[in-house]
């Protein structure tokens, strides 16, 4: 079986408010599920909110780092793959 490759990686996460700042290396929309994965991290979950420059988007182009709602909290540098 081939190993998964990333699609992206937690650069920040702001506890307070639960939101995961990701840097995506392909483009993502709204509605896709990811997995976020790392030493203490991981889960699933479907991507229902997220943000560009405190706006709203439906995708993210790869290279773009975007906020998105976390349901449980993660780390910086963990790794976000296709769930």
Known sequence: MAEEKPIGKVTHYYGGIGVA?????????????????????DFSQKIDSMQYDHKDIGSAKKGQEVGIKAEQKVRESDEVYNA
């Not at 700042?21 to 991290?41: A, D, M, Q, S, Y």
């Open 21 to 41: 700042i990701v840097k995506f290396n392909r483009e993502i929309k709204l509605g896709e599920t990811i997995h976020f994965k790392g030493p203490h991290t």
